[in-house]
């Protein structure tokens, strides 16, 4: 098991050891399930992109290794058009689609706000499935079913109302777990994804537990770029000069799902959705008025328009 100390000392190596620990631990993904057995989740983010770049760069310096293993993007319908431009000049690409599309999800499951972990265990309030007590005596919420752990932090409870908007953080798994769970079952390819520990709390905890190359996991999945930061990634792909989606050109330090409310009420303004008005008008004129994003953001308190990009557009129209 790893400590946190370990992944700090991890972190802090410089890129050539990173990338030499990366490589050592896809070698033993490709021994343990060989070529015909692995393929790279890819996004077309800068995180996957370095990736991909890097689980081929080590099966083809390898003799015993060498082969061709696939890259799979799973095309939701909610990426940038940068990135599926992107996606389409890249090699050795499939494309894969999930049965449901966002619209849908929204209607049946609810919206993705705040995090996946806090969706999560608003859902689970919302449909009955947990209950929240109050220690009236110590005046405080105890949390889902009386425990303090896994409960909703103080700062959204009001979104427990079931009567208001519907949350839940269903999304990922209807639109990307589920088809990357049938592509598995018609291959039976394990991937690799370019998750890293220091994006959130919970990835720091499967690394912890797991390390990079998950093999007992109930989906099995190597994370070789675990211990890498932010900065190793652009540093990488200067290094090597790899070509990467102009999107991060435009202003975006993300490039999931354009619709996705996780997170976004940590941004500083312009945030995603205000840079998506100047960018992205069509997109972003879709999700406010016919996804309901709108409605959302105002009652979570997260501005989703900007008055003065809409000025400087009307100013350049004269």
């Excluded at 929204?106 to 859902?123: D, H, N, T």
């Excluded at 975006?252 to 996780?262: E, Q, V």
Aim: with cysteine; charged share 25%.
């Amino acid at each position: 098991m790893i400590t946190t100390e370990m992944l700090k000392t991890r972190q802090l190596l410089s890129l050539p050891c990173k990338i030499a620990m990366s490589k050592k631990r896809i070698k033993a993904w490709v021994k343990e399930f060989g070529v015909n057995g692995c393929y790279i989740s890819f996004s077309g983010g800068k995180d996957s992109t370095v990736l991909k770049h890097l689980v081929e760069e080590t099966i083809k310096d390898d003799p015993i290794l060498r082969g061709v293993i696939p890259s799979v993007f799973i095309n939701t319908g909610l990426e940038f058009p940068e990135i599926v431009d992107f996606i389409k000049s890249c090699e050795n690409v499939t494309i894969i689609k999930p049965k449901m599309n966002f619209k849908q999800v929204l209607e049946k499951y609810g919206y993705p706000v705040v995090s996946k972990e806090q969706a999560k265990y608003i859902r689970e309030v919302q449909n009955g499935t947990t209950k929240y007590t109050e220690n009236k005596r110590r005046g405080m919420i105890n949390g889902r079913n009386g425990y303090r752990v896994g409960a909703v932090s103080k700062k959204w409870q009001y979104l427990m109302d079931q009567n208001k908007i519907k949350i839940s953080e269903q999304c990922c798994d209807v639109m990307k777990k589920r088809p990357a769970h049938k592509f598995f079952m018609k291959t039976k390819r394990v991937p690799f994804v370019g998750t890293m520990a220091g994006e959130s709390r919970l990835r720091t905890q499967s690394y912890l537990k797991n390390a990079c190359n998950a093999f007992y996991l109930k989906s099995a999945q190597s994370r070789p770029l675990m211990f890498w930061n932010e900065k190793d990634i652009w540093d990488y792909i200067k290094h090597y000069n790899i070509p990467y989606s102009k999107i991060y050109d435009m202003g975006y330090k993300r490039t999931g799902c354009m619709f996705c409310m996780f997170g976004c009420h940590l941004e500083k303004q312009p945030n995603r959705f205000q840079l998506m008005q100047k960018t992205h008008p069509k997109q972003w004129k879709y999700c406010m008025d016919k996804l309901g994003i709108r409605k959302v953001l105002n009652y979570i308190n997260v501005p989703c328009e900007n008055k003065q990009l809409e000025f400087d557009f009307m100013e350049s129209e004269k």
